[in-house]
């Protein structure tokens, strides 16, 4: 055999060997409990659920916040995949069992950086995605917060400080570095369309309000990263 094709053939086996291995990694490690393909059910499907799909982490994540949280994962849900199940009443309100939420696996960053390459490729829902028309606007802090705290009432839900805000939905002071832009976006315009059993409402908010939104996350998303 010459040396060429030699070199060929033992690219060709390293590269499908190593493909097999991640796709069985990411069954046996990461399926158990993210789902990768859509599942159509009722709603016990998402009181079940033990973590966000995964099937459109392409055109949701940034890969190198995947690469870096995959290494060393920080909790984003304070409530866990579905908060009531997290949840206990007490005399002052509601509050996070702590202790039912577990540890989330880690990666070293060989096996990070091969994972988060894989889940770049997974673009279902493209289509959501390439109708979404947004550049960024520059926002005042106390606007944008006036905007999302008291006419949205993202904060009832939502984080938009290490401090302030809700618990049931992932945090959004990272959003920005943790999703892509035209996700979020989107997420915020039609949730439903991104999950069926989202617990995300549609507030059916004008493209203006939108776009507000969206810049406020932005600027925390900047101011975080300093
Ligand atoms: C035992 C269940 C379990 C397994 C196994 C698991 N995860 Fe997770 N994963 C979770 C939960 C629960 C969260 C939400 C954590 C949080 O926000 O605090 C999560 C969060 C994530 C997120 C961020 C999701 C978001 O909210 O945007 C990514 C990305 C992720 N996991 C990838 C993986 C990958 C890749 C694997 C396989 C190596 C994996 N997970 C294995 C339960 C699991
Ligand atoms: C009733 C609670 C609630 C309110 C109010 C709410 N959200 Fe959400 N939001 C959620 C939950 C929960 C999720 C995650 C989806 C799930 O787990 O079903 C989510 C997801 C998101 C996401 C995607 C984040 C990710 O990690 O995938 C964005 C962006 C978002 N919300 C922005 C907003 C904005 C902006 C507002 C205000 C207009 C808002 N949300 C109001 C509960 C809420």
Redesign the pocket.
């Known amino acids: 055999m010459g040396i060429l094709l030699k070199t060929v053939v033992i690219l060709l086996f390293t590269l499908s060997s190593s493909f097999a291995d991640i796709s069985t990694f990411?069954k046996n490690?990461?399926a158990?409990?993210?789902s990768f393909k859509e599942v159509k059910s009722d709603f016990t499907e998402r009181i079940k659920r033990?973590?966000?799909p995964?099937y459109y982490a392409g055109n949701k994540?940034k890969e190198e916040w995947?690469v870096l949280?995959?290494q060393n994962p920080t909790?984003?849900?304070p409530g866990?995949?579905f908060p009531p199940n997290h949840t206990i009443v007490t005399d002052e309100g509601d509050i996070i069992d702590d202790k039912t939420l577990?540890k989330?696996?880690s990666?070293s960053l060989p096996q990070a950086k091969e994972?988060a390459s894989y889940?770049m490729g997974l673009k279902t829902k493209q289509e959501l995605i390439d109708k979404i028309d947004y550049s960024p606007k520059k926002i005042s802090k106390s606007s944008g917060k006036l905007n999302f705290v008291k006419f949205q009432a993202c904060q009832s839900c939502h984080k938009d400080s290490r401090d302030e805000g809700g618990v049931s939905g992932?945090e959004l002071y990272t959003a920005w570095n943790r999703l892509q832009e035209k996700y979020i976006v989107s997420y915020i315009t039609e949730p439903e369309l991104w999950d069926d059993h989202t617990m995300m409402p549609n507030k059916n908010l004008k493209k203006s309000r939108i776009q507000k939104l969206v810049d406020y996350l932005k600027l925390l998303g900047e101011e975080n990263e300093k």
């Open positions: 990411i490690d990461c158990t409990c993210h033990k973590a966000s995964l994540y995947l949280w995959l909790r984003i849900r866990g995949s577990d989330h696996v990666l994972v889940l992932p």
